[in-house]
């Protein structure tokens, strides 16, 4: 069955780099938009960032802009979200998601309603 497993969280000093995995089963991810999310404690959950299917180009939201990069590894159906000068901010569990080509993922931020399946997170802590 479809399947999203994040993995690569832990502790990490501010200025330090994390890279989380999202590997699916069950699908091919190639051919749905994935988005990053995050969840702090006490907090909503928030989009962090999307990449969708074909041509479009990835979104980040603003408070992650120029530190984050996400992308594929095709031949390995896995997703990943290179994280780069951690602020303490950035303390949240992690989840990733999958959405139908052309849903989810848009030029100007995310519709979370048409994410179809989520996984069951990966936590980052950044603290000295």
């Known amino acids: 069955q479809v399947q999203l497993v994040e993995s690569g969280g832990g502790l990490v000093q501010p200025g330090g780099s994390l890279r989380l995995s999202c590997a699916a089963s069950?699908?091919?991810?190639?051919?749905?938009?994935i988005g990053w999310f995050r969840q702090a404690p006490g907090k909503e959950r928030e989009g962090v960032s999307c990449?969708?299917?074909?041509?479009?180009?990835?979104y980040y939201a603003l408070s992650v802009k120029g530190r984050f990069t996400i992308s594929r590894d095709n031949a390995k159906n896995t997703v990943y979200l290179q994280m780069n000068s951690l602020k303490s901010e950035d303390t949240a569990n992690y989840f990733c998601?999958?959405?139908?080509?052309?849903?989810?993922?848009?030029?100007?931020?995310?519709?979370?309603?048409?994410?179809?399946?989520w996984g069951q997170g990966t936590q980052v802590t950044v603290s000295s």
């Open positions: 069950g699908f091919t991810s190639e051919y749905y938009a």
């Open positions: 990449i969708g299917v074909g041509e479009v180009s990835p």
């Open positions: 998601a999958s959405a139908q080509a052309g849903y989810g993922c848009y030029n100007r931020g995310f519709q979370v309603g048409e994410y179809d399946y």
